[in-house]
């Protein structure tokens, strides 16, 4: 069944630094994979996509993310963080399971960014 | 962009009583409705698939005597946590496909407080 692993729970950055955050994913075909981020008080927000196009996938604010087949990674980045990037990402796998479609979530990674 | 509505989006209620959550897709259709359950800085676990017309599909685990879900409309779909207990306390969160389109739209979320 497909799974994804989120490799770090809290990853601090200071504002205008790279962002990297980590995942990892256990499929035996080729997934459907997405990054979604949770701000507080707010509806969890699609930030990007692969569904086995470019590898490359650009989202909203600045974020893209690499599917590599070889190291079975998705990693979520961005050249410069911003304050407002501070929120907490869910590398999410899509299953099938007995028919239904359904989005299986990642443990999540808190982002920090500093003055 | 689709929107997702959840009322109420805070409920503190006694042990014992019931809740109703509601989830309106506003500007679109939705046959499939996702539930998930989020407990303080964890992920989002599917609880159940939610189809109008027909019964929801719940996940391993859940109770679905407890954790009652109706699908009146293409577009509203509630869940009832019926006779709630402290441990029923958690951030409940739907989601919903557009029947016409692709993606997963989120709620912003309910907070429940059973005391």
């Known amino acids: 069944a497909q799974s994804v692993t989120q490799l770090d729970s809290h990853v601090s950055v200071s504002e205008g630094t790279p962002v990297l955050l980590r995942c990892n994913y256990s499929?035996?075909?080729?997934?459907?994979l997405f990054w979604y981020v949770q701000h507080p008080n707010k509806g969890l927000q699609l930030l990007l996509k692969?569904?086995?196009?470019?590898?490359l996938v650009k989202g909203i604010n600045g974020f893209e993310a690499e599917f590599k087949k070889s190291e079975t990674s998705f990693h979520l980045t961005k050249p410069s963080a911003h304050m407002s990037d501070a929120a907490e990402y869910f590398c999410?796998?899509?299953?099938?399971?007995?028919?239904?479609?359904?989005?299986?979530f990642g443990t999540g990674t808190r982002l920090l960014v500093s003055p | 962009g689709a929107v997702v509505s959840q009322h109420p989006s805070w409920v503190i209620c006694k042990s014992g009583t019931s809740v109703k959550i509601e989830c309106r897709s506003l500007?679109?259709?939705?046959?499939?409705m996702f539930w998930y359950r989020q407990f303080p800085k964890q992920s989002l676990m599917l609880m159940a698939t939610?189809?109008?017309?027909?019964?929801?599909?719940?996940e391993q685990g859940v109770e679905k005597d407890k954790f009652l879900i109706n699908h009146a409309s293409l577009t509203l779909s509630t869940l009832t946590v019926t006779s709630a207990h402290p441990e029923d306390s958690s951030f409940y969160i739907c989601s919903a496909r557009p029947d016409r389109s692709p993606g997963y739209y989120f709620g912003p979320g309910t907070r429940l407080l059973v005391l």
């Open positions: 500007d679109f259709q939705a046959t499939t």
């Open positions: 939610s189809n109008e017309g027909s019964k929801a599909t719940y």
């Open positions: 999410v796998v899509r299953r099938m399971n007995t028919g239904f479609q359904k989005l299986v």
């Open positions: 499929s035996s075909y080729s997934p459907s």
């Open positions: 692969y569904t086995s196009a470019a590898t």
